[in-house]
């Protein structure tokens, strides 16, 4: 703590002259050099250790502006994320437009009609908290074109500004204003797809979860859910502790971001990652779902090392409950709920502190009679996706994320 507090005021000292960026873009560097590890068999480690040093430089120069009174910490953020929009794609229609207040972009291919066509809703990442339609651009073309397919890329309002639960309803509304309007896109009511990367996935599979009481409306075809995170009931899966370092998502800031999104103090903070807020009978209910007992043993091989039993802190679980709610963490629905669940694809990544919610959720499924088409990248991490479509800056395991996810679409 002192160390980022003194780093903090040492920047801020610097930022009224006009070396701010290369300085804060050198500690950026600096933190990344002596905090992130690059396991082998990562990919393009360089490339990753230069995106890693420009993130955290982002998140450290918004520390400074909300300090300074500017601007909120993740204004910056979200302005970085938004990346270079992509010029706009001759083969496409595309349309904005809003519902219940929320954007909506829709990607329709301009060929000639042979038939009613695939239905996709696209929930874009980043936390709840940054991220917009024009970040998730090139991903949302790519899939209307290569798979022939109307795409509807939903702008959801971020937190917190915009509440949590607000995240998910915005995708809800979106979709019942999509799945009521099908006949003007010229889309089959039985080929509709829910699909997301990272929070977004976590919003698809909630929403998809939401609709199954709904006979007004067309059952879901599939889910498509891209290194989804989907509980917040256990931070020491394997895939937590191995990876608790490996760009672009640390351990931490997992949770520094899951107390942004719900708005809360990060007071409690380091007490949940030491699941201090589990109380024993809710770590016991769910211990069959949620364990790293359950996680085969190939993926634990490396620096795995099981959580001794933790200890109990009521006023952490009342600080932070929301986060074992199943809107928070659909991981946690019950066995009647998941066995109605669409037909499922799941993309998790080797380098991914998430990798875990990713297979457990693939095992429930399957334990309860889903189909999953599940996709694992060896050399993959979090967030690979946003870099989709940006030529040499793109990551070549993204893109087979991306070629998989078109083939299983298409396979529909
Ligand atoms: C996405 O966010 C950026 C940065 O906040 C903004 O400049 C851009 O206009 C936004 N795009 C859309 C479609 O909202
Ligand atoms: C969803 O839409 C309905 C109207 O169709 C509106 O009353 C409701 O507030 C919307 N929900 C959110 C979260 O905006
Ligand atoms: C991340 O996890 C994978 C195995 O699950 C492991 O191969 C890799 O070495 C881990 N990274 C680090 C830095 O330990």
């Given at each position: 703590m002192a160390f980022i507090y003194t780093t903090l005021a040492i920047i801020a000292m610097v930022f009224?002259?006009?070396?701010i960026i290369p300085a804060a873009l050198l500690w950026g560097l600096f933190y990344d050099v002596f905090y992130s590890e690059l396991p082998p068999g990562i990919e393009q480690p360089l490339k990753l250790r230069f995106f890693h040093s420009l993130v955290m430089t982002t998140f450290i120069l918004g520390k400074i502006f909300q300090k300074l009174g500017i601007c909120s910490d993740l204004s910056l953020l979200r302005v970085v994320f938004t990346g270079i929009p992509p010029r706009r794609d001759s083969k496409l229609l595309i349309q904005d437009l809003k519902v219940d207040e929320v954007p909506l972009r829709i990607y329709q291919p301009k060929c000639p009609l042979t038939g009613k066509r695939r239905g996709i809703l696209y929930f874009h990442g980043g936390a709840g908290t940054f991220g917009n339609i024009s970040a998730f651009e090139r991903i949302c073309c790519h899939i209307a074109k290569q798979c022939n397919s109307v795409v509807v890329s939903v702008g959801y309002r971020l937190a917190?500004?915009?509440?949590?639960?607000g995240q998910y309803l915005d995708c809800l509304n979106a979709t019942l204003y999509f799945m009521r309007n099908l006949e003007e896109y010229h889309v089959d009511p039985a080929l509709i797809i829910i699909s997301g990367d990272s929070c977004g996935a976590n919003f698809a599979t909630v929403v998809c979860q939401i609709l199954l009481n709904r006979r007004d409306l067309p059952k879901v075809r599939a889910q498509i859910l891209l290194y989804p995170g989907l509980q917040?009931?256990?931070?020491?899966?394997p895939s937590y502790q191995q990876n608790a370092s490996v760009p672009l998502l640390f351990r931490k800031q997992v949770l520094y971001l899951c107390f942004r999104y719900l708005n809360k103090e990060p007071s409690v903070l380091e007490d949940v990652l030491q699941n201090h807020h589990v109380p024993e009978t809710v770590k016991q209910k769910y211990k069959k779902w949620?364990?790293?007992?359950?996680?085969?043993d190939n993926f634990k091989v490396r620096g795995y090392v099981p959580q001794k039993s933790t200890l109990y802190k009521p006023e952490v679980h009342e600080a932070i409950k929301e986060i074992l709610g199943i809107t928070f963490s659909p991981l946690l629905a019950e066995d009647s709920i998941i066995c109605q669940l669409p037909e499922s694809y799941i993309a998790t990544c080797e380098?991914?502190?998430?990798r875990d919610d990713g297979l457990l959720y693939t095992k429930r499924l399957e334990d309860n009679g889903v189909k999953v088409t599940w996709y694992h990248s060896e050399s993959g991490c979090h967030?690979?996706?946003?870099?989709?479509?940006?030529?040499?800056?793109?990551?070549p395991s993204g893109e087979k994320i991306m070629d998989s996810v078109v083939n299983y679409i298409n396979s529909l």
């Amino acid at each position: 703590m002192a160390f980022i507090y003194t780093t903090l005021a040492i920047i801020a000292m610097v930022f009224i002259s006009p070396v701010i960026i290369p300085a804060a873009l050198l500690w950026g560097l600096f933190y990344d050099v002596f905090y992130s590890e690059l396991p082998p068999g990562i990919e393009q480690p360089l490339k990753l250790r230069f995106f890693h040093s420009l993130v955290m430089t982002t998140f450290i120069l918004g520390k400074i502006f909300q300090k300074l009174g500017i601007c909120s910490d993740l204004s910056l953020l979200r302005v970085v994320f938004t990346g270079i929009p992509p010029r706009r794609d001759s083969k496409l229609l595309i349309q904005d437009l809003k519902v219940d207040e929320v954007p909506l972009r829709i990607y329709q291919p301009k060929c000639p009609l042979t038939g009613k066509r695939r239905g996709i809703l696209y929930f874009h990442g980043g936390a709840g908290t940054f991220g917009n339609i024009s970040a998730f651009e090139r991903i949302c073309c790519h899939i209307a074109k290569q798979c022939n397919s109307v795409v509807v890329s939903v702008g959801y309002r971020l937190a917190p500004e915009h509440p949590y639960p607000g995240q998910y309803l915005d995708c809800l509304n979106a979709t019942l204003y999509f799945m009521r309007n099908l006949e003007e896109y010229h889309v089959d009511p039985a080929l509709i797809i829910i699909s997301g990367d990272s929070c977004g996935a976590n919003f698809a599979t909630v929403v998809c979860q939401i609709l199954l009481n709904r006979r007004d409306l067309p059952k879901v075809r599939a889910q498509i859910l891209l290194y989804p995170g989907l509980q917040g009931l256990d931070f020491h899966l394997p895939s937590y502790q191995q990876n608790a370092s490996v760009p672009l998502l640390f351990r931490k800031q997992v949770l520094y971001l899951c107390f942004r999104y719900l708005n809360k103090e990060p007071s409690v903070l380091e007490d949940v990652l030491q699941n201090h807020h589990v109380p024993e009978t809710v770590k016991q209910k769910y211990k069959k779902w949620v364990s790293a007992d359950i996680i085969p043993d190939n993926f634990k091989v490396r620096g795995y090392v099981p959580q001794k039993s933790t200890l109990y802190k009521p006023e952490v679980h009342e600080a932070i409950k929301e986060i074992l709610g199943i809107t928070f963490s659909p991981l946690l629905a019950e066995d009647s709920i998941i066995c109605q669940l669409p037909e499922s694809y799941i993309a998790t990544c080797e380098f991914d502190v998430l990798r875990d919610d990713g297979l457990l959720y693939t095992k429930r499924l399957e334990d309860n009679g889903v189909k999953v088409t599940w996709y694992h990248s060896e050399s993959g991490c979090h967030g690979i996706l946003a870099f989709f479509g940006y030529g040499i800056f793109s990551f070549p395991s993204g893109e087979k994320i991306m070629d998989s996810v078109v083939n299983y679409i298409n396979s529909l």
